[in-house]
């Protein structure tokens, strides 16, 4: 699958729905995959999203968007804060391409962070195999195990 990358305009409503959608049919799985009913991701607004100040990328294929990737930046801290693949797209790289774009357009971070369920295997495969290593294990309020990985850059 060729996909293109490219900044999410999210003052636009047609963007911004099709974001919505695409992260409640990922964040589903997930929960799926954590055995919990919900996750905030699945009934955040699209107000809640364009109000929470991350800058994202999304992946497209033609004209539909299939995944996104949401981070915010504090000095040379690169946090991700969420990475987002339609399920009908699952493990064709595109969660990959989207995390090598960010890495390349945010290459003067000196550390990225990013966190996930600790029971979300191929999330956590992602991270690992990209140089990321767990340093803080969490329970969120909604009672949901997560890892929080970090990886730091090499001088």
Do not use: K
Not at 32 to 49: F, I, K, N, R, S
Not at 87 to 113: H, K, M, N, W, Y
Not at 119 to 142: M, S
């Amino acid at each position: 699958m060729s996909t293109e990358v490219r900044p999410l305009d999210l003052d636009d409503g047609a963007t911004l729905d099709e974001l919505i959608a695409l992260q409640r049919a990922s964040y589903r799985v997930e929960a799926d995959l954590l055995g919990v009913d919900t996750l905030p991701a699945l009934t955040e607004t699209a107000w809640q999203l364009r109000a929470g100040g991350e800058a994202f990328l999304g992946a497209y294929d033609g004209e539909r968007l299939v995944g996104a990737v949401s981070w915010r930046r504090e000095g040379s801290l690169l946090d991700i804060h969420r990475l987002v693949v339609h399920p009908d797209v699952f493990r064709r790289g595109i969660a990959s391409r989207l995390l090598d774009v960010l890495d390349a357009e945010q290459a003067d971070a000196t550390r990225t962070i990013v966190a996930t369920g600790v029971t979300n295997d191929p999330a956590r495969r992602l991270y690992e195999c990209r140089g990321f290593r767990p340093y803080d294990e969490r329970v969120t309020h909604g009672g949901v195990p997560v890892v929080a990985y970090e990886r730091r850059a090499t001088a």
